[in-house]
């Protein structure tokens, strides 16, 4: 357990230092090719009723993340095997890998960067990369919420989930949430494509979310405080606002950054050229701008330090009892 809680802090260390290297292959995206070549075979196994998706909705949700975790485990028992620092470096390795606290940030700052120049259409571009909306119609105040929106939503999914998960079971826990957020990000949309097909993995994607949500919000409140931000704002927008959103889990960090800034938050958007009609989170207590990404990230990085510090506290806790 000691090498674990080790190489849960130095991959966390890794990602702030490494972040995600474009010339590195992601093992995520061995996960969606998985799905991608699953997905097709599961729809020529099962009929096009109703019925038949939502089976083949499940055996991908079983087929997927069982063959990640076991992949994970396997890896690990192999390094094992030739001596126990080999183990604990292949772990190191993973867990730097489910991290994304410094690609988050980057690839958002790259929008700040964008609308600080003035290139509006450049920040349009960037803030698509990480966005499921369209964004071609977007003003600046529209490309800065998508932005924040988005570093306060993977507070949760991205970051604090992953460590939770890898901090309870090692790697093999923290690639099977992966595989199940994947799989969500790539077939839980209730489209005409997915609506059946995609529904297990969607609500697995719910529960597994369920308090790694709501422990994110609450990290997220004290370290707004800590960062000097309003605590007290941003606790009583989450407790207003934490459902405005189709989703159980999404507006929670969403709700704690709104208040904290004092800005407004979600509202209608475009997806796919079809307009959807969603709350607003937040109060308009000032206009938004660019300046509130780099906040978000600031915000980002307090929550993410906290949870590790947490999540390590606990387990020497757990280590020293037992």
């Not at 009723?49 to 992949?71: D, P, Q, W, Y």
């Not at 929106?149 to 090692?170: C, H, K, M, Q, R």
């Not at 992966?178 to 997915?194: E, H, L, P, Q």
């Not at 609500?203 to 409140?221: G, Q, T």
Request: net charge neutral.
């Amino acid at each position: 357990m000691e090498l674990s809680m080790l190489a849960l802090g130095l991959g966390f260390l890794a990602d702030l230092l490494l972040g995600d290297p474009h010339w590195l292959y992601h093992p995520i995206r061995l996960v969606g090719h998985l799905i991608s070549g699953l997905e097709g075979l599961l729809r020529r196994w099962f009929p096009k009723t109703e019925k038949g998706e939502l089976t083949a909705g499940v055996c991908l949700l079983i087929l997927v993340a069982g063959i990640t975790a076991s992949a994970a485990e396997g890896l690990l028992f192999l390094a094992g095997r030739l001596h126990p620092y080999a183990r604990f470096l292949m772990e190191t390795v993973m867990c730097y890998q489910l991290l994304a606290t410094r690609s988050l940030k980057d690839e958002t700052m790259k929008v700040y960067q964008a609308l600080k120049a003035g290139d509006l259409a450049g920040a349009r571009q960037a803030v698509s990369m990480v966005v499921g909306r369209d964004t071609a119609v977007l003003d600046e105040a529209g490309v800065t919420r998508a932005a924040v929106e988005t570093v306060a939503e993977n507070t949760s999914d991205g970051i604090l989930a992953p460590l939770l998960f890898l901090a309870i079971g090692g790697a093999p826990f923290g690639y099977f949430y992966k595989a199940v957020n994947t799989m969500d990000s790539m077939v839980g949309y209730k489209n005409d494509r997915y609506l059946y097909f995609g529904r297990a993995a969607a609500k697995f994607d719910d529960v597994l979310n369920y308090i790694p949500a709501r422990l994110s919000a609450v990290l997220m409140v004290c370290a707004g405080g800590l960062l000097g931000m309003d605590a007290g704002n941003a606790f009583r927008i989450y407790v207003r606002d934490r459902y405005n959103h189709s989703s159980p889990n999404s507006a929670h960090t969403e709700a704690v950054a709104a208040g904290a800034l004092h800005i407004q938050l979600a509202g209608n958007a475009y997806y796919f050229g079809k307009l959807y009609e969603k709350p607003s989170i937040g109060d308009p207590d000032r206009p938004v701008e660019y300046e509130d990404i780099r906040r978000a990230n600031r915000l980002l990085y307090g929550t993410a330090i906290l949870g590790l510090l947490l999540f390590l506290a606990v387990k020497g806790v757990i280590l020293w009892a037992v």
